[in-house]
């Protein structure tokens, strides 16, 4: 029996967030029966408890503010550890997600490989870039990336790029690495156009079907939503932009105000989250395209289920988000009028050709991303 320790997910059952998402499936869809789950969870108590057949230990955090992550972390990695050692564990292995503590990892590396314990590091994607950190903070993420990669023993990218990138920027320490994408969840929702809950949305934000462009993601400037306000409101369609995102009255927000006046332009809705996982499925399916402007990270969780969903996507032009859709998409960039130019494209593109890239689109997210294939790329190595 192997045994697979997870950390640095929030923890299952997932709410929302990619990380959990993956340990959500990853645990429900298991196949090898040679596998045993046990998943950190974030939380306010100290229980152990079972589900989707694994062990799920509580860790209880305290508010220390950004350093709580890094903290549970630790905490998670210690308690694993002395898991491990109490019930006399033997074929573990810990998998760690994301790069948080690296300047600690070195002194739990040495106690791990003293138990025999093989340490497995997703690096996620580039979180030393993204612009919510200070400089301190970034220099922080970026230090711990490093050593993150320096101790592990494999290293599982989700992006190409990434991994790419992991192997050019540390080189000295010759990585292991090994590409195993995220996954996408590729069944229709079951919900009807006529359901109540979806119609109660629709005219809570005066919204019809196929008459919207939608936007899914966490509300930080390397998304690029200020040149999609911004290019959005030159073009010249009729259909609104619906932005579903964690939006709150901030800097970010006032900024976007400031910048772009989109509160003049009665097509742009702000309308705030969606949990419901078929609500948030049909409004995806029910879009007339998808607007994706991620510029920091790996493989994204949004954009697969975007092409699993949405029959037309126009991506921000970076390398893993060409990767993940290669021709069932169509591209925009920075430069001036450049989306707003293939927005209006968009609006006269016939009834086939969009037809053509849903298809393409949903066939690549078949062969390379349905949650089957992720499983069973995990388990092999797993196993190894």
Known sequence: MKNIFILGSKGIPANYGGFETFVENLTQKKVSKNIKYYVACMANDENVLEYNDSICFHVKVPEIGSAKAVYYDLLALKKTIKYIKENNLSNCIVYILACRIGPFIGHYKKILKKMNVTLIVNPDG???????????????????EKLMVKHADLLICDSINIEQYIKKEYSQYQPNTTFIAYGADLKRSQMQDDDKMLLDWYAKFDLKKNEYYLVVG??????????????????????????ITNVEENKFFNYLKETTN?????????VGTVYHSELIKKIRENAYGYLHGHSVGGTNPSLIEALAATNLNLLYDVGFNREVAIDGALYWNQEENNLASLLDKAEQLSQEEIEQLSKKAIQRINHAYSWEKIIQDYETIFMK
């Open 218 to 243: 966490r509300f930080v400037p390397e998304n690029n939503y200020e040149t999609m306000l911004k290019e959005f409101m030159k073009s010249n369609t009729k259909k609104d932009l619906v932005l």
């Open 262 to 270: 989109f509160k003049t332009d009665k097509r742009i809705k702000f």
């Open 126 to 144: 580039h979180e030393w870039k993204r612009s919510k950190w200070n400089y301190f903070i970034k220099k922080y993420w970026k230090y711990s």
